[in-house]
């Protein structure tokens, strides 16, 4: 049954094509019109990656799984939509006292020294926050001040709490390679949440077949193994990378049965489905939250070309 899951949805998601509404705007009207598309696929649980009002590969990838599991058209629905694409939130004292890290070194020995890997900046907290390029807050906020109490405009996303939900029941996780996809059915087959990702390379390709989640991490260290990484420098030697949204993995680590590989969140979401990784299968961190808060123990994974 699996496997007969595994193939249609691979043939259905195979025939993505970079989508008209979801290519770079040439106007005003445009670029409006792809970020409202951007955030109703987002808040369905059909992630375009990072929102940037720009469109691209990603956002064609997710309209075309939204519209083909849901049987409607993106324009239907972005004329029928009560929710407005953007909203107004006013910065938290918690966005604005929490702690940052504004320099974090390339080099994993010199991450290894650090306490803690936070965000570099109240901008980055904030981007990521409401799933969005920082780039896309600076343009929808010609003055942008991000002290507590200040107002800006973000995307009108659903924020992903660190600790919510519970494992579900008869899900399976699926990835490909060939598209940079990631998507969860349920019992019955059908997709519920899709997003980009970026699996393996040509030195670590994505280990094809079939694993379970043996467990979910909130929060990671990451115990780094340059034995593991073929471009590691000589002189490394195994460490401890402390927690935090820079973390090498991000805000989450879902462990899989096959050893030394898992899905995870990055500090680099820009890059998500548009670079390669050393194997291990990567989302944006709001991504790996969400499928954190749905997997657990026992969960199927399945990885396919």
């Given at each position: 049954?699996?496997?007969v ?12 094509a970079?989508?008209q509404?979801?290519?770079?705007p040439?106007?005003?009207a445009?670029?409006s019109?792809?970020l ?14 990072e ?16 519209e ?6 993106i324009g ?9 694409p ?14 940052l ?21 109240r ?30 405009v973000?995307?009108n996303v659903k924020?992903v ?11 399976v996780?699926?990835?490909?390679r060939?598209?940079s ?10 997709a519920?949440?899709?997003?980009p ?20 991490s909130?929060?990671?260290?990451f ?9 590691a420098?000589p ?6 990378i402390?927690?935090?949204?820079n973390?090498p993995?991000g ?8 050893p030394h ?16 990784s050393?194997?291990?299968v990567?989302l ?8 954190a ?7 199927q ?5």
């Amino acid at each position: 049954m699996v496997r007969v899951l595994v193939c249609s949805m691979v043939a259905l998601l195979s025939t993505v094509a970079v989508a008209q509404h979801a290519a770079a705007p040439t106007s005003q009207a445009g670029a409006s019109d792809v970020l409202a598309a951007q955030v109703l696929v987002d808040r369905a649980g059909f992630s375009p990656g990072e929102i940037d009002g720009r469109g691209g590969s990603n956002t064609a990838k997710a309209i075309d799984a939204y519209e083909r599991t849901t049987g409607s058209r993106i324009g239907d629905l972005l004329a029928a939509s009560q929710e407005p694409p953007t909203i107004t939130y006013t910065i938290t004292a918690d966005d604005a006292s929490a702690p940052l890290t504004p320099s974090i070194p390339r080099d994993m020995m010199a991450k290894a020294r650090l306490k803690r890997l936070n965000y570099t900046s109240r901008l980055e907290l904030l981007a990521e926050k409401f799933h969005a390029s920082p780039a896309l807050l600076r343009r929808l906020n010609r003055r942008l001040q991000l002290t507590a109490g200040h107002r800006i405009v973000v995307p009108n996303v659903k924020v992903v709490s660190a600790s919510e939900g519970k494992p579900l029941p008869d899900i399976v996780v699926h990835v490909s390679r060939s598209l940079s996809t990631l998507w969860v059915t349920d019992g019955a087959g059908k997709a519920f949440m899709h997003a980009p990702v970026t699996s393996g390379s040509e030195h670590d390709p994505l280990p094809i077949g079939m694993w379970t989640v043996t467990a979910v991490s909130r929060n990671p260290a990451f115990n780094y193994n340059p034995d593991l990484f073929w471009d590691a420098e000589p002189s490394h030697s195994k460490a401890k990378i402390a927690p935090g949204p820079n973390n090498p993995v991000g805000l989450v680590w879902i462990d899989i049965s096959k050893p030394h590989y898992g899905i995870h969140g990055t500090p680099e979401p820009s890059t998500i489905g548009r670079s390669e990784s050393h194997g291990c299968v990567r989302l944006t961190n709001w991504d790996a939250l969400r499928l954190a808060a749905i997997v657990g123990k026992d969960t199927q994974v399945v990885f396919v070309e």
